[in-house]
């Protein structure tokens, strides 16, 4: 711990720890509204979340708190005028002296129900004390998280010590649905709302494993397509009209099978050649990565893993491509032996990418893979490729000046340097903050990764609960006290 800093960080640990209560009980009221974005019928429950935070954030001192409004829903929707909720902004300070951080989280929740098997009603939070955990959906994701920073600056108030950035909120209510409305906001705000930002602060993904605190500097993009084959004019049976047509079905699973082969390389030429070439510095940076191929079998439930070894599993999630065959729209897929030949089918695949992967040259490639492997079927058949959506994916600098502060409030607080990670899934706000506000985005995770975000259950430990809001607040002062933005 830098010795200039302990006398404070002291001082705010000790008010996080004493005022833990408080914190639980606040996070146990903001849970208890069942702020479920994808059900239209409780959207009124995740405006009242919004306004619940911002008479919060009003409490706390925050002052230009606005609700932004973003506008009817776009279709499909049950209502028609049904509205979006609103984006919270405020602000903590205003001091052109210090450097102005934007905190990003979102107070809805995927949606919930006892019978889908909790052990507690969902939107009750549990304390169990045996387990030191709390049960409740929104716990770890995203509503936790996103309190802990409203904590983070009461302790810093109850301690007596001046926050050492000018904190700016973004806390969204449509993440569990798209983020809808908020690549507008951020775009429409740069230059008002959000004008001095310096950095970008989003906590809403999970360690690793369960043991190490890790920080997340690189995300997976993902490029989703689909292949349509189409012949005869309807279904038909097989015992008339087998053998004596051709078939949608036969061709397109001919079509998937030179996409990809059983050992996960992807068979269209072109994309390995775009992938970036691991550095030194990154190649370093796996080594010490608490993870097993034991983890990978426990969360797939089963033994078929690609690779044994830690870093190959790691590089081929994080670093490089991979390509999944989804599904088939139109197809036969019930019980039973239906002697149906499908008119037409549509394939859906998608390509998660990485750097440099340039997302048009790969939508051509894969597009002209797919219809010159349809047309070596010399099929009478119909087949159009196409890309149905896209998600950039995003690298930070785990080196730069953010990355590092939050490395050394980790050490502070856990005693263990974080592990520095990437994730397969995407996050796509992640690079609309980065290029919009020409940033540097820091994913600070406080849960873990077992923590259940999406399913039954959902839990987060006390632990991390309380140890994320001091990462959070050392963090701020390491970051504060940097020389570089
Ligand atoms: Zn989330």
């Not at 089918?345 to 340039?358: C, L």
């Not at 797919?370 to 995003?394: Q, R, T, V």
């Amino acid at each position: 711990m830098s010795a200039d800093l302990k006398p404070t960080f002291d001082k705010i640990f000790s008010k996080i720890d004493e005022l833990k209560p408080e914190f639980i009980d606040m996070l146990a009221k903001a849970i208890a509204i069942p702020a479920v974005s994808s059900d239209e019928s409780l959207r009124p429950k995740v405006v009242e979340k919004a306004h619940f935070l911002a008479d919060h954030l009003k409490k706390l001192g925050f002052q230009d708190i606005q609700l932004k409004e973003l506008g009817t829903q776009p279709p499909p929707v049950q209502d028609p005028n049904l509205q979006l909720p609103p984006i919270v902004l405020a602000r903590y300070g205003n001091d052109p002296a210090k450097k102005t951080l934007l905190v990003y989280g979102h107070y809805d929740v995927q949606p919930a129900q006892l019978e889908d098997g909790w052990d507690s009603e969902p939107f009750e939070l549990v304390v169990d004390e045996k387990k030191q955990l709390m049960r409740g959906r929104g716990s770890t994701d995203d509503t936790g998280p996103l309190t802990g920073w409203l904590h983070v600056v009461q302790a810093h108030q109850a301690a007596g010590v001046e926050l050492p950035v000018n904190l700016v909120t973004c806390f969204e209510g449509m993440e569990e649905s798209g983020s809808l409305g908020l690549d507008v906001l951020i775009t429409e705000q740069k230059d008002k709302y959000f004008k001095g930002v310096d950095a970008v602060c989003i906590s809403d993904n999970y360690w690793l494993g369960t043991r190490k605190p890790v920080l997340t500097y690189g995300l997976r993009g993902c490029n989703y397509y689909q292949i349509t084959i189409e012949g005869p004019g309807a279904d038909l049976h097989s015992g008339i009209f087998g053998g004596i047509i051709a078939e949608p079905m036969i061709d397109l699973v001919q079509v998937l099978s030179t996409l990809v082969d059983s050992q996960g390389n992807i068979l269209i030429k072109g994309i390995e050649e775009m992938v970036a070439k691991e550095t030194e510095k990154e190649q370093a940076l796996y080594k010490d990565i608490d993870f097993s191929v034991e983890e990978l079998n426990a969360a797939s439930g089963s033994e078929t893993a690609l690779y044994q070894k830690k870093e190959d599993i790691l590089k081929h999630r994080w670093r490089y491509p991979s390509l999944s065959v989804h599904g088939v729209e139109g197809a036969f897929y019930g019980q039973g032996a239906k002697t149906v030949i499908p008119a037409k089918v549509v394939g859906k695949f998608s390509i998660r990418t990485v750097p440099d992967i340039d997302s048009g040259k790969l939508d051509k490639l894969v597009i002209d893979h797919c219809n010159e492997a349809f047309k070596k079927l010399n099929s009478p058949n119909k087949c159009k490729a196409e890309l149905i959506h896209d998600g950039a994916y995003w690298v930070s600098d785990p080196f730069n000046a953010q990355f590092q502060a939050a490395a050394k409030a980790t050490k502070d607080v856990y005693g263990v340097e974080p592990d520095f990670t990437r994730e397969g899934g995407s996050i796509p706000i992640t690079l609309t903050f980065e290029e919009q506000l020409k940033t540097s985005v820091l994913l600070l995770p406080m849960g873990r990764g077992d923590d259940g975000a999406h399913s039954i259950n959902e839990k987060l430990d006390i632990s991390n609960f309380v140890n994320g809001m001091k990462t959070m607040a050392a963090y701020l002062h390491y970051y504060g006290q940097s020389p570089e933005k």
